[in-house]
């Protein structure tokens, strides 16, 4: 079993910066794919980004295309951690942001996803 912990919302003014963090637990992630979701209020989840290991020290990372750019997905497996740094928010990305852990491949269907956090609230404010 994973346990993950997203930790770093809150509310922000747009063109702000925010920086989302998900703490794994229960056993090591480093060939995991770990990806970040979100579900806008009154909309369904959404893919956001993802981290997929390549072998060795070497990380992908995939984006939805219309974040790319100002949304960057990073990883520490020393410390079995993910990142989505967050940059020139806009109101449209408030959400509830979720991390995923899958033992599979990339993907961006939030049901191939085996292990869920509780979800972080990210407000941007206009």
């Known amino acids: 079993q994973v346990q993950l912990v997203e930790s770093g919302g809150g509310l922000v003014q747009a063109g702000g910066s925010l920086r989302l963090s998900c703490a794994a637990s229960?056993?090591?992630?480093?060939?995991?794919?770990m990806g970040w979701f979100r579900q806008p209020p009154g909309k369904e989840r959404e893919f956001v980004a993802s981290?997929?290991?390549?072998?060795?020290?070497?990380?992908?990372?995939d984006y939805t295309e219309s974040l790319k750019g100002r949304f960057t997905i990073s990883r520490d497996s020393a410390k079995n951690m993910v990142y989505l740094q967050m940059n020139s928010l806009k109101p449209e990305d408030t959400a509830v942001y979720s991390c995923?852990?899958?033992?599979?491949?990339?993907?961006?269907?939030?049901?191939?996803?085996?292990?869920w956090g509780q979800g972080t609230q990210v407000t941007v404010s206009s």
């Open positions: 981290t997929r290991w390549a072998g060795g020290r070497r990380y992908y990372a």
């Open positions: 229960g056993r090591t992630v480093t060939t995991y794919t």
């Open positions: 995923a852990a899958r033992s599979s491949s990339i993907s961006t269907h939030s049901y191939e996803y085996e292990y």
